[in-house]
C-alpha cells in the first residue's frame, strides 16, 4: 500500500472550518483514500473515505485531487469535540480479504475555543 | 455505521495470568477482524488478521502463542493473552470488515490491559 504524509499538527478556532491536508503521491488507480480519527484513549473512529470523486458525509468532506496525488478532509464546523489525532490512510481492496490498515503519525488537530 | 463492542474496556491482573478480550460485532457479520495494539503516544500497530473459521495471520513480530486468537463465529473474534508479564500492558483494539460498506473496517473501543 501507498504511503501517505501529514503535518503532524495544525489548529483551528471552534466554528471554523478545519482543513486537513494528506499527501500520497504513490497512490495506484485501485487504492482509496481513508479518513479515519482518534479520540484520546478511543478506538478510532472510521470518518470517511473516496476513490477520485469529491465525497461528502454527515461528518466531513473528502477532497481529491485530480492526479490523486493529495486529499484534504474538510470539518466545515469544527467543535471541540473534533479534537484528536487524524489519520489519512491508503488501501487498496486488490490484496484480498487481508487488505490492511496501516496507521502512521496522524496530524494532530486541536480546536480552539 | 457499524458498531463494534469490546469487553471488558479494561483489565488489571497479576502478571503469569491469562486474558482474554472479546470483539463483537453488533449489527453486521464481519469474516475479518483485526487485533491492533497501542502504546502510549504512539500509532496503532496490527497484530494480527482473524478469519472466521480459520487460523488467524500474525503479523512479523508478534508471538501466535502468547496471543491467541479465536473467531469461531460472524460476530466474534477473541483474543486471550497468556501468561501476561507487565511489557504486555497496553490499549487492545479490534475492528472488523463491514462488507455492506465497501469492507470498510469499524473499530472497537478498545481495552486498556494493566499487568502488575
Known amino acids: 500500500d501507498a504511503k501517505t504524509t501529514q503535518p503532524p499538527s495544525m489548529d483551528c478556532a471552534e466554528g471554523r472550518a478545519a482543513n486537513l491536508p494528506c499527501n500520497h503521491s504513490?497512490?495506484?488507480?485501485?487504492?482509496?483514500v481513508y479518513w479515519y480519527r482518534q479520540i484520546h484513549s478511543q478506538g478510532p473512529q472510521y470518518i470517511i473515505h473516496?476513490?477520485?470523486n469529491n465525497e461528502t458525509n454527515e461528518m466531513a468532506s473528502l477532497i481529491i485531487t485530480e492526479d490523486r496525488k493529495s486529499s484534504t478532509l474538510i470539518l466545515p464546523h469544527a467543535t471541540l469535540r473534533d479534537t484528536a489525532v487524524y489519520y489519512c490512510i491508503v488501501l487498496s481492496f486488490y490484496t484480498g480479504a487481508n487488505s490492511k490498515l496501516t496507521f502512521g503519525k496522524g496530524i494532530t488537530l486541536s480546536v480552539r475555543p | 455505521g457499524a458498531v463494534v463492542s469490546q469487553h471488558p474496556s479494561w483489565v488489571i491482573c497479576k502478571s503469569g495470568t491469562s486474558v482474554k478480550i472479546e470483539c463483537r460485532s453488533l449489527d453486521f457479520q464481519a469474516t475479518t477482524m483485526f487485533w491492533y495494539r497501542q502504546f502510549p503516544k504512539q500509532s496503532l500497530m496490527l497484530m494480527a488478521t482473524s478469519n472466521e473459521g480459520s487460523k488467524a495471520t500474525y503479523e512479523q513480530g508478534v508471538e501466535k502463542d502468547k496471543f491467541l486468537i479465536n473467531h469461531a463465529s460472524l460476530t466474534l473474534s477473541t483474543l486471550t493473552v497468556t501468561s501476561a508479564h507487565p511489557e504486555d500492558s497496553s490499549f487492545y483494539i479490534c475492528?472488523?470488515?463491514?462488507?455492506?460498506?465497501?469492507?470498510?473496517?469499524?473499530f472497537g473501543p478498545g481495552t486498556r490491559l494493566l499487568v502488575l
Open positions: 475492528s472488523a470488515r463491514e462488507p455492506r460498506y465497501q469492507e470498510t473496517q469499524y
Open positions: 504513490t497512490i495506484s488507480g485501485n487504492e482509496y
Open positions: 473516496g476513490l477520485k
